[in-house]
Structure formats: structure tokens, C-alpha cells
């Protein structure tokens, strides 16, 4: 059974920092592209950061020079550094596995930023 947990939201003041982690099992991560996605009500799920199974990474405008994503396969994690962070930037996000036609999400964890 493969399971995406994410763990690491919170509640934090504009400018604090964050670190969001995902723990893969039932999968070899490091086969797979990753994705950190977040989403507010009323909005559709919008892509943060992605890391390719080679490493290379890719980031939304939004939160370049902000986030780090980065992965740890002999882990099997993946996680997702978030600096300065702003109130736009609360949310739920997820963490998320692309191989082929396998697509495999978690849970979400929720990330709030507020003074």
C-alpha cells in the first residue's frame, strides 16, 4: 500500500519559517518525480515545487528564492525548506509522486500564516 504522509505545517508569523516533510512508503521515492502542490478554499491546487528524480528542481513564481525543495532518498523523504514566509502563502499543501501513470497523493498538511 503506498502511503504519502506529510508532516511540519503550523501556525507562523509573517517572515517565520517552515519546513514541510513527506515520508514515502509502499514506493522507492527516488523513482519518482515529486511535487509539493497547496491549495485554499475556493481555489484549485496550484504546484509549488517539483524535484526530479535526477535532482533538478523547479519552482512556482510565487515562492522562488523563498522555497528549497530537496529530497533525502535513502530516506525516502522529501521535503520543503519555506522562508519568509507571507500570508498569502497559507494553505494546505501536499505532497505528491509522479511515475508513468502512477500518481499517488497525501493527505496535506496545513500551513497558516498570520500575524
Known amino acids: 500500500q503506498v502511503q504519502l504522509v506529510e508532516s511540519g505545517g503550523g501556525l507562523v508569523q509573517p517572515g517565520e519559517s517552515l519546513r514541510l516533510f513527506c515520508a514515502a512508503s509502499?514506493?522507492?521515492?527516488?523513482?519518482?518525480?515529486m511535487n509539493w502542490y497547496r491549495q485554499t478554499p475556493g481555489k484549485q491546487r496550484e504546484l509549488v515545487a517539483t524535484?526530479?528524480?535526477?535532482?533538478?528542481?523547479i519552482y512556482a513564481v510565487a515562492v522562488k528564492g523563498r522555497f528549497t525543495i530537496s529530497r533525502d532518498n535513502a530516506k525516502n523523504t522529501v521535503s520543503l525548506q519555506m522562508n519568509s514566509l507571507k500570508p498569502e502563502d497559507t494553505a494546505v499543501y501536499y505532497c505528491?509522486?509522479?511515475?508513468?501513470?502512477?500518481?499517488?497523493w497525501g493527505q496535506g498538511t496545513q500551513v497558516t500564516v498570520s500575524s
Open positions: 505528491n509522486a509522479q511515475f508513468s501513470n502512477w500518481d499517488y
Open positions: 509502499g514506493i522507492d521515492s527516488s523513482a519518482y518525480k
Open positions: 524535484i526530479t528524480v535526477g535532482g533538478g528542481t
